[in-house]
């Protein structure tokens, strides 16, 4: 009970490193999601999120209209933007060093991989939570 595999998101949803980075933002937008686990012919290659893409986006300054913006990122492929290392956990992770780890490093969420390496799933700070009531609940 007190491991990653109880309360990550099982089967994230995932975008292919060749989408752009518009169906990566709609995608986002669609699912209500902030992290996409970025896949390359079914290996899990990197991870794309809101923060990284807004980053990368140009800014309000530029002298880009909304249409030659749209067009770049409909041009920029998810790959180019993506963090290819990003932080991972195994689903027998116990919930504090995963804690941990978001806290360490300052992230937003997990990485779930197998002994292969291939995504299980995801764990986010809202997953976290969920735990943390749960917990407090079952204490009362």
């Known amino acids: 009970m007190n491991t990653v595999e109880k309360w990550m998101t ?3 949803i ?8 518009i169906e990566a933002i709609h995608l986002m937008k669609e699912k209500g999601i902030r992290r996409l686990p970025v896949m390359a012919r079914g290996a899990f290659v ?3 999120t809101e923060r990284m893409i807004k980053d990368y986006t140009p800014g309000k300054a530029t ?3 909304t249409w030659e913006v749209h067009y770049l990122l409909s041009k920029t492929a998810v790959k180019e933007v ?3 290392n990003p932080h991972t956990v195994t689903p027998d992770t116990d919930l504090a060093t995963a804690a941990q780890s978001i806290l360490d490093h300052k992230l937003y969420g997990l990485c779930v991989v197998d002994a292969k390496g291939q995504l ?8 976290m939570l969920k735990a943390v ?7 009362e």
């Open 46 to 48: 990197g991870l794309i």
């Open 120 to 127: 299980v799933g995801i764990m986010s700070v809202g997953d």
């Open 133 to 139: 009531v749960e917990f407090a609940k079952a204490r």
């Open 63 to 65: 002298s880009l209209d």
């Open 10 to 12: 099982k089967n994230p």
């Open 14 to 21: 995932t975008i292919e490193e060749d989408a752009s980075i």
């Open 82 to 84: 993506m963090n290819p």
